[in-house]
């Protein structure tokens, strides 16, 4: 999924436990995304978030078990993420 500094700052998206979603953040012209935080780790871990030299940010994030969870860049925008035993249509 990509979000632009203009986006919404909230997003949801559902996943199947053991899925992951890629985030690209594009480059804010105001300031640099900050670092990214689980709200539960053993729900929704981090696997990687990379920032480029041009200011895109790139997180890889794992539905590690069910439940719900968000991740957020500080107040810039938040993920909230439904992690599903089941396939997700």
């Not at 997180?59 to 993420?81: E, K, M, Q």
Request: positive net charge; without cysteine.
């Amino acid at each position: 999924m990509t979000h632009r500094p203009q986006d919404a700052t909230v997003r949801q998206v559902r996943l199947r436990a053991g899925g992951t979603v890629t985030v690209m953040l594009l480059p804010s012209p105001d300031r640099p995304w900050p670092q990214p935080r689980s709200s539960s780790p053993m729900v929704a871990t981090i696997m990687s978030a990379v920032t480029e030299s041009d200011g895109t940010a790139r997180i890889t994030i794992r539905g590690a078990r069910t439940g719900v969870a968000t991740v957020s860049w500080g107040d810039s925008f938040t993920l909230r993420l439904d992690v599903a035993a089941y396939q997700v249509q």
